[in-house]
């Protein structure tokens, strides 16, 4: 098992064992004040309120030295092996601590024993994981090394970042040339049959609808193999374009089933304004 796996190890059993010293600490005032059992219970969920507000700090403090973990060129002293050592040992430390004081007071119940060891737990905690690992992490930041290596680091994520968006620029200007070169070809290739169709149905009685409707299938079905259905919307909209106000949009009907194109509901019906 490497340092590292140890470390987190013992970080886990102290954040438990912090947790632990915090609760009987807090059951142990709220008994001194002669508070119930059943009141101290009852009192724990507007309790959990100030437990979060705690954890989120917490949280807040072990993510700045998780993130600090990866820039250790930046942090040599707050990411160095002895230093996480005794961060993670703080909780036990402080136990330690509170233990050699409750050892030397004779005439005292255990319950008082145990909160001296607990107050070294959370007072020794706080201020190592709270207080001063920031402020350490903050002052390294003025270190003039760890100071150039920070100027270095964001220099060169400002310059991913600008490369990042050129590439992003170029490959939107692509697409941009790419639909504009397809939409060329589609009418080219297609538009004059589409403005064919859209006089067939303008000028068409009931009776050959059903040949012009052949006809629309033939032109739907090329279009999507050309270019799927935007293809097919783009030839649709040059039928649109042609045909005679006031006339049914049948090939948005005929072309159901072609591709993945799919019919307009009933309550959609499209005619065209011209």
Known sequence: MTSRKILKLIHFGGICWFGIAA?????????QVGVQWWVIFSFSGYSA???VFLLNIYIFAFFQGVVRSKLAPEHPLTTSLPYMAFYDLCPFLGALAGLITAVSIVEMSWIGKFS??????????FLVWIAIDPLLGVAEGFIPECAQLRMQRLAEAAHVRQRQEQE??????NLKLRDSENKQLWGQ??????EQLACAISNGTAASLAAIEKQAVELGAEAWRMGGVICMRFI????????KTGTMDYPAFWWDGIG???????????????
């Not at 290739?189 to 589409?194: E, F, N, V």
């Not at 649709?236 to 045909?243: A, V």
């Open 260 to 274: 993945t194109w799919k019919r307009p509901s009933p309550d959609k019906i499209v005619f065209t304004e011209g």
């Open 23 to 31: 609760v009987f600490l807090l059951l142990v005032a709220l008994r």
């Open 116 to 125: 001296i060891i607990a107050e070294g737990t959370l007072g020794l905690t």
């Open 189 to 194: 290739t297609l538009g004059q049959r589409a």
């Open 168 to 173: 992003n620029q170029t490959l939107l200007e």
């Open 236 to 243: 649709h909209r040059k039928i649109k374009q042609h045909l």
């Open 49 to 51: 309120v100030l437990f």
